[in-house]
T-cell receptor, first 114, second 116 residues
Framework: GNSVTQMEGPVTLSEEAFLTINCTYT??????LFWYVQYPGEGLQLLLK?????DKGSNKGFEATYRKETTSFHLEKGSVQVSDSAVYFC?????????????FGTGTRLQVTL | GAVVSQHPSWVICKSGTSVKIECRSL??????MFWYRQFPKQSLMLMAT?????????EQGVEKDKFLINHASLTLSTLTVTSAHPEDSSFYIC????????????FGPGTRLLVL
């Protein structure tokens, strides 16, 4: 079956620090990979995605590269801000007809301080 | 674009009553909608998948008679928690997918349910 493993949090960083949140996966077939962000009290928002090997997804200064050889999709940002404090979920989906289900990791809480 | 709304955003009810949660896609037609449950500090657990005009497909361990899902139109799906009990208290989140072949799911803001 499909599974996603994320590094455990919380991750606490000072503003302008470099961020890496690790994500590895196991999947049958060729998954598409996603990062979702959940701000306090809100639902999930799609942050970025990549649909095939070596693709790089990027948005709002965040980026992640689909690495098939290491089955990884690590999230990075060069300089975090306090407003980036949230929970980040790595997820994947494999096309199984019309029922493309998302499999989520457990989430990593990021806390950015001044 | 791709906005999904949920109503209500939070609800408190007495044990034994039923609660209906609505999920709407505001600016696109959603062929498929998903319902998730999220416990505090945990990931989302898929409860069921619904396609417009057909019966929902429930994940293993989810009681279909307790969590009734209706997807009557391409912009609306409802989740009814019947005879709610305190253990049903949770954060319920829906998502919508625009059409077959489109993988991206757009999530609603969630509904927090507290059963007393």
């Amino acid at each position: 079956g499909n599974s996603v493993t994320q590094m455990e949090g919380p991750v606490t960083l000072s503003e302008e620090a470099f961020l890496t949140i690790n994500c590895t996966y196991t999947a049958t077939g060729y998954p598409s990979l996603f990062w979702y962000v959940q701000y306090p009290g809100e639902g999930l928002q799609l942050l970025l995605k990549a649909t095939k090997a070596d693709d790089k997804g990027s948005n709002k200064g965040f980026e992640a590269t689909y690495r098939k050889e290491t089955t990884s999709f690590h999230l990075e940002k060069g300089s975090v801000q306090v407003s980036d404090s949230a929970v980040y979920f790595c997820a994947l989906t494999t096309n199984t007809g019309t029922a493309s289900k998302l499999t989520f990791g457990t989430g990593t809480r990021l806390q950015v301080t001044l | 674009g791709a906005v999904v709304s949920q109503h209500p955003s939070w609800v408190i009810c007495k044990s034994g009553t039923s609660v209906k949660i609505e999920c709407r896609s505001l600016d696109f037609q959603a062929t498929t909608m998903f319902w998730y449950r999220q416990f505090p500090k945990q990931s989302l657990m898929l409860m069921a998948t619904s396609n417009e005009g057909s019966k929902a497909t429930y994940e293993q361990g989810v009681e279909k008679d307790k969590f009734l899902i209706n997807h009557a139109s391409l912009t609306l799906s409802t989740l009814t928690v019947t005879s709610a009990h305190p253990e049903d208290s949770s954060f319920y989140i829906c998502s919508a997918r625009a059409s077959s072949g489109t993988e991206t799911q757009y999530f609603g803001p969630g509904t927090r349910l507290l059963v007393l």
